[in-house]
């Protein structure tokens, strides 16, 4: 079992920098593709980014491609998601989630089974 935790939301202002951070309990973090999700009100969610259980492959959704960065440490059993160039329209609950696959960098949401609470990043113009 896998439990997760977020913190490093908040409010920005646009063109600046978030972190988040997503600290995973249980010693087979390595084992774990990790994944972020972003959801806002009324609307489904929306894959962010993807990592592979060993950190060398990653994924980013187009409409954050250049601008975040998905990484992990699994010294820290942690993974993080550097946002840059923030923009209004990236404000959202932010989720952090786990997948059984030790190589792969899953996108769809029924492919994870472990997710953290969410942590909400407001973004202002």
């Known amino acids: 079992q896998v439990q997760l935790v977020e913190s490093g939301g908040g409010l920005v202002q646009a063109g600046g920098p978030l972190r988040l951070s997503c600290a995973a309990s249980?010693?087979?973090?390595?084992?774990?593709?990790m994944g972020w999700f972003r959801q806002t009100p009324g609307k489904e969610r929306d894959f962010v980014a993807a990592?592979?259980?060993?950190?060398?492959?990653?994924i980013h959704a187009d409409s954050v491609k250049g601008r975040f960065t998905i990484s992990r440490n699994n010294a820290k059993n942690t993974v993080y998601l550097q946002m840059n160039s923030l923009k209004p329209e990236d404000t959202a609950v932010y989720y952090c989630?786990?997948?059984?696959?030790?190589?792969?960098?899953?996108?769809?949401?029924?492919?994870?089974?472990?997710w953290g609470q969410g942590t909400q990043v407001t973004v202002s113009s």
């Open positions: 990592v592979t259980g060993s950190g060398a492959r990653t």
């Open positions: 989630a786990a997948a059984p696959f030790l190589g792969a960098t899953p996108t769809y949401r029924d492919e994870y089974n472990h």
């Open positions: 249980g010693r087979t973090f390595s084992s774990y593709a």
